[in-house]
């Protein structure tokens, strides 16, 4: 079992930045992928970014709409998975979700992960 956490949601001004945090506990996450998702009131839960690793390289993705604003890292101790959110936009207003998928690939495909945390708000005003 993984159980997953997200923090650092909050009230930010339009063209501002969050860190979005995401820690796991459980079992041994060295073969796993993580994934952010968003969902806005009323809309799915659409996915953001992914990083999955093989050996010493990192793999990354996003969706066009975060492409070069948002960027996927995950934290020294391994644990932790973070969501950099620069230059926030109204539309990027949504409950963000961590994500981990047990495989080493990444996915954009919501029902490809298996534990999720509960999310965190972030709020983007104008």
């Known amino acids: 079992q993984v159980h997953l956490v997200e923090s650092g949601g909050g009230l930010v001004q339009a063209g501002n930045s969050l860190r979005l945090s995401c820690a796991a506990s459980?079992?041994?996450?060295?073969?796993?992928?993580w994934g952010w998702f968003r969902q806005a009131p009323g809309k799915e839960r659409d996915f953001v970014a992914t990083?999955?690793?093989?050996?010493?390289?990192?793999?990354?993705y996003y969706v066009d709409s975060v492409k070069g604003r948002f960027t996927i890292y995950r934290g020294d101790a391994k644990a932790t998975v973070y969501l950099q959110m620069n230059s926030l936009k109204l539309e990027d207003t949504a409950v963000y979700y961590c994500?981990?998928?047990?495989?080493?690939?990444?996915?954009?495909?919501?029902?490809?992960?298996?534990?999720w945390g509960r999310g965190t708000q972030v709020t983007v005003s104008s």
């Open positions: 459980g079992r041994t996450l060295s073969s796993y992928s």
């Open positions: 994500a981990v998928k047990t495989s080493r690939t990444g996915s954009v495909v919501r029902t490809d992960y298996d534990y």
């Open positions: 990083i999955s690793w093989s050996g010493a390289t990192t793999y990354t």
